[in-house]
């Protein structure tokens, strides 16, 4: 079974230019979430999207962040402008819609590592 | 207080030693538990859940205490493989929302 895809696997930009990261879930997984995972730190969730339905997205910093699933399959997670402060390694995790009091397994993708100079 | 709290690190170890790391956790709301573990420069991958009995897998022994809030992992006979960073973390709240601790990084040495 495919995992989950994220592309690209780097970047680097200059400080203010604009970024997009690309995630595919695994097949048949609704629930996308992207992470954020400074150096040193565990990941902090950015936003969750059950199908292509915003859930969660409380730690987003929407004034420089925007994420989209259009068709409720793969997803983008955009920057603009970029900030010093956002140098981190942006993962992607999907899993089965979360239901009832049974917690499915996320799966993470490879993830994006970015650094912004 | 941190709403995850790991023992800060680093470990290390000589191989077939016990290690154990400890967490706490701040909200009492708090549904599942989990221990992660994390690879250098990969992806963290799940390493298995915890419940209020104690679980265990093979070298590997989980304990959760709710009244103390308080999550444990206890690794028996360390393998050079064991070499990782352990991240623990909860869920909770209507989204199952994740939340990790820092990590702790254990390396076993031969």
């Known amino acids: 079974e495919a995992g989950v895809a994220q592309s690209p696997r780097y970047k680097i930009i200059e400080k203010r230019q604009s970024v997009a990261f690309w995630c595919n879930p695994i097949?048949?997984?609704?629930?996308l979430y992207w992470y954020q995972q400074i150096l040193g730190q565990g990941p902090k969730l950015l936003i969750q999207f059950q199908n292509n339905g915003v859930v969660d997205d409380s730690q987003l910093p929407k004034d420089r962040f925007s994420a989209e699933r259009l068709k409720g399959v793969d997803s983008t997670l955009k920057i603009q402008p970029a900030k010093l402060e956002d140098s981190a390694v942006y993962l992607c995790?999907?899993?089965?819609?979360?239901?009832?009091?049974?917690?499915?397994?996320?799966?993470f993708g490879p993830g994006t590592r970015l650094t912004v100079t | 207080r941190k709403e995850v709290e790991q023992d800060p690190g680093p470990f290390n170890v000589p191989e077939g030693a016990t290690v154990a790391f400890n967490c706490t956790y701040s909200n009492s709301a708090s549904q599942s538990f989990f221990w992660y573990r994390q690879d250098c420069r990969k992806e963290p991958k799940l390493l298995m859940s915890v419940y209020s009995s104690g679980n265990e897998d093979g070298r590997f022994t989980a304990q959760l205490n709710r009244a103390s809030q308080y999550i444990s992992l206890l690794i028996r006979d360390s393998k050079l493989s064991d070499s990782a960073t352990y991240l623990c973390v909860l869920s909770g709240g209507s989204n199952y929302k994740l939340t990790f601790g820092k990590g702790t990084l254990l390396t076993v040495n031969p």
């Open positions: 097949s048949g997984h609704a629930t």
């Open positions: 995790a999907s899993s089965l819609v979360q239901r009832g009091d049974i917690s499915y397994e996320q799966y």
